[in-house]
């Protein structure tokens, strides 16, 4: 199992970006795909998941209205879309999977909301 991400970058306050994550080794049209952040020194943060088919997304409360968590199972790419970005949104990006009982995550993008 593999994932990459991708898209993080500096960006100013209330800028957008789009996160991708390009999965690998697994059935990924068959599994529920999300995705963290995580603020250096605290605990990782569920941002979103989508279900495998793509008909059914949660999103949380705190992020509602500025991101979007979207897949294309025939790229086998998840994306996250940050919309109003603030500054308390640097974090490390994470995308995540579970395959076989098993939590996968990618290496992370960087995001740093700043002027």
């Known amino acids: 199992v593999q994932l990459v991400e991708s898209g993080g970058g500096l960006v100013q306050p209330g800028g957008s970006l789009r996160l991708s994550c390009a999965a690998s080794g697994f059935t990924f049209s068959s599994k529920t795909m999300s995705w963290y952040r995580q603020v250096l020194g605290k605990d990782r943060e569920l941002l979103a998941a989508i279900s495998s088919a793509g008909g059914s997304t949660d999103i949380a409360t705190s992020m509602k209205g500025r991101i979007t968590i979207s897949r294309d199972n025939a790229k086998k790419m998840v994306y996250l879309q940050m919309n109003s970005l603030k500054p308390e949104d640097t974090a490390m990006y994470y995308c995540?999977?579970?395959?076989?009982?098993?939590?996968?995550w990618g290496q992370g993008t960087q995001v740093t909301v700043s002027s």
């Open positions: 995540h999977a579970v395959v076989g009982y098993v939590s996968f």
